[in-house]
């Protein structure tokens, strides 16, 4: 039976970089709230907001200190309490980002860890050894490319962090952790919480602490990457927290494969009710996101139908707070003349998002096209991970010059430069110095100027979203890849063999991923005889204006225009 959160869109908010309304040069909650009419005339069902908890903000906010208040930076309880109500009146439900993998080490729990005070000892990961580098507990390296161990001064003991040296991992063979979980999760649903967005939540057990097989990326991944003891935790809360509260979940699933996602997101298994993979956005990148390869449209085509194909629900995404602008990396910003495309590259990209099989999420600015940022240097990047990732290849004596070209394009700053809501002082974002640099394109891409543009990105995401939701076969159809050739893919949607599968219709999505016009071959005209009923080009219309007595024009076009996206409706059952 189809869920809420199957027919829904979900809006990602980075709360710190959306809508500062205090003057201090940085988003918070009271700006959100502000945005409100916006997100609900985008179409938007569902806000997600990336962590708003009490933080020392070392990884912005991923580093949680006080799991039940608000920092002082976004605003105060009663600030998410009415944007909880005032999105409620919008019929907008709002989830939180759950971060459970690890706390700050400024969090009331690491204090006491840290000083054994009974009932605490353990909520933590503690070896015993000689504060010398030489002698950690074990090989393994941290997501941000250090050591996963850091020496604690008080109670001179080694503790594990897969993170940042402020992000100490809780202990999950800890029962009283879980208790612990288990309560932030009822106060925020009881607040009103429609469920979470739960953050690396597949690394939570750690089955040993062994050394790890060696490797640039993560040693030590194999003894904590979804292991059994992952999934019972994952079970436990679904069953005494979230199902009897009918709550959401989706989980971010760092450098999950496709059997493993299975297991986590399959409606039988009571888990999670969905999972961000990576796969179709590190198809042109080596080492996670980091090294830039070739991009092949094939590539992505078989990537996606992966997925598409082998899970039984998708998180739908192309940007999210930690990833690269869509436009710059897999539209025409990826290309030479990027700006004279720009525009059309980010509505085929909304096509490939919207007539997915799964639920959409859109990530703020992503609707309106922002880009990539337009920093010239390492000094105007503020996020950690850049900066230890710079650290590391200039040991291993990778030049400056090659060193800025690699991580200009891979930073996860550039998915946090403000939102551009208009051309003004500030790009209306703020009315002081931001706390991250805004780029110099908001005179040309900001939400105000396409608001009432027919023609704009945004008005096509709008339509976008519109044609999803009016399209049983668009959401709950099969995905069947059928072309790839060069840069154009093409693939259908077709009612799935299920009383649910869709109303009847069918349609073949054709993209060309290069700023070229480009022919289809024969076996691709003839794949899809049809109407075009969409596109990026305006195609539509030709195919609408049968001439009289003349069957509609036979919609699949011989030739896509460059950066060209076409949906054409085929007939049913063909
Ligand atoms: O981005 C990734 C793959 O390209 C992941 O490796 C990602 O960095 C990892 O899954 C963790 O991301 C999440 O947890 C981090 C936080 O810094 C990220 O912002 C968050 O999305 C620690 O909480
Ligand atoms: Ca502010």
């Given at each position: 039976m189809k869920k809420w959160w199957q027919e829904t869109v979900v809006y990602q908010i980075y709360p710190r970089s959306f809508q500062d309304s205090n003057g201090d040069g940085i988003g918070d909650i009271p700006g959100i709230t502000s945005r409100l009419p916006e997100l609900a005339e985008l179409g938007a069902g569902v806000l997600w907001l990336s962590p708003v908890y009490k933080s020392p903000q070392i990884d912005n906010g991923y580093?949680?200190?006080?799991?039940r208040d608000i920092d002082p930076i976004f605003g105060t309880m009663s600030d998410m309490e009415n944007l909880i109500a005032e999105a409620g009146k919008r019929g907008i439900k709002i989830i939180m980002d759950l971060v459970i993998n690890h706390t700050s080490d400024e969090h009331d729990w690491f204090q006491k860890s840290r000083r054994r005070e009974n009932g605490y000892e353990d909520y933590y990961i503690w070896k015993p050894g000689k504060k010398d580098r030489r002698n950690l507990p074990n090989n393994w390296t941290s997501f941000f490319m250090e050591d996963a161990w850091s020496f604690d001064e008080i109670r001179r003991e080694y503790y594990l962090h897969l993170?940042?040296?402020?992000q100490p991992d809780l202990n999950y063979r800890n029962p009283k952790v879980l208790e612990e979980v288990k309560n932030i999760l009822k106060f925020w649903l009881d607040k009103g919480v429609a469920g979470f967005r739960c953050d690396v939540i597949n690394v939570l057990w750690k089955t040993s602490l062994a050394d790890g097989?060696?490797?640039?990326?993560?040693?030590?991944?194999e003894h904590y990457k979804c292991q059994e003891g992952n999934h019972e935790i994952l079970r436990t809360l679904r069953k005494e927290v979230l199902d009897p509260r009918g709550a959401f979940t989706v989980g971010e699933t760092a450098m999950v494969n496709l059997e493993e996602a299975k297991l986590l997101s399959d409606a039988a298994r009571r888990e999670l009710d969905m999972v961000f993979y990576f796969d179709h956005l590190e198809m042109d990148r080596r080492f996670a996101r980091f090294i830039p390869k070739k991009f092949r449209a094939g590539e992505l085509l078989a990537r996606l139908a992966k997925w598409q194909r082998g899970l039984e629900w998708n998180a739908v995404?192309?940007?999210?707070?930690?990833?690269?602008?869509i436009v710059s990396h897999y539209g025409?910003?990826?290309?030479?003349?990027?700006?004279?495309?720009w525009e059309r590259s980010a509505k085929l990209l909304a096509v490939l998002e919207f007539t997915l099989r799964g639920t959409p999420f859109i990530y703020q600015g992503q609707e309106i096209g922002m880009t990539n940022f337009d920093f010239t240097g390492l000094d105007q990047v503020k996020d950690i991970e850049t900066h230890n990732l710079n650290r590391l290849m200039k040991k291993l004596l990778f030049p400056a010059w090659l060193r800025w070209k690699w991580l200009r394009l891979s930073s996860r700053d550039n998915a946090r430069t403000p939102v551009q809501w208009d051309a003004g002082p500030g790009a209306g974002f703020t009315g002081a110095a931001p706390w991250l640099g805004i780029n110099s394109n908001y005179g040309r891409i900001n939400y105000h100027d396409q608001k009432n543009d027919a023609g704009s990105v945004l008005s096509f995401y709008k339509m976008m979203i519109r044609f999803r939701a009016g399209s049983g076969t668009i959401k709950y159809g099969e995905f069947r890849p059928l072309y790839a050739k060069g840069p154009i893919i093409a693939y259908e949607r077709r009612p799935a063999q299920t009383p649910r599968g869709g109303d009847g219709e069918s349609f073949v999505v054709l993209l060309n991923f290069s700023g070229k016009k480009t022919k289809l071959s024969g076996a691709a005209a003839a794949l899809c005889p049809g109407t075009v009923i969409l596109s990026n080009t305006g195609r539509e219309a030709l195919s609408g204006?049968?001439?009289?007595?003349?069957?509609?024009?036979?919609?699949?076009?011989a030739a896509l225009e460059p950066w060209e996206a076409v949906v054409v409706r085929t007939p049913a059952g063909r």
């Open positions: 580093d949680i200190s006080d799991y993170f940042h040296k402020k097989k060696k490797s640039l990326m993560l040693t030590g991944l995404y192309l940007e999210n707070h930690d990833q690269s602008r025409s910003g990826r290309g030479k003349n990027g700006q004279l495309y204006t049968a001439r009289a007595g003349q069957p509609p024009f036979p919609g699949v076009p």
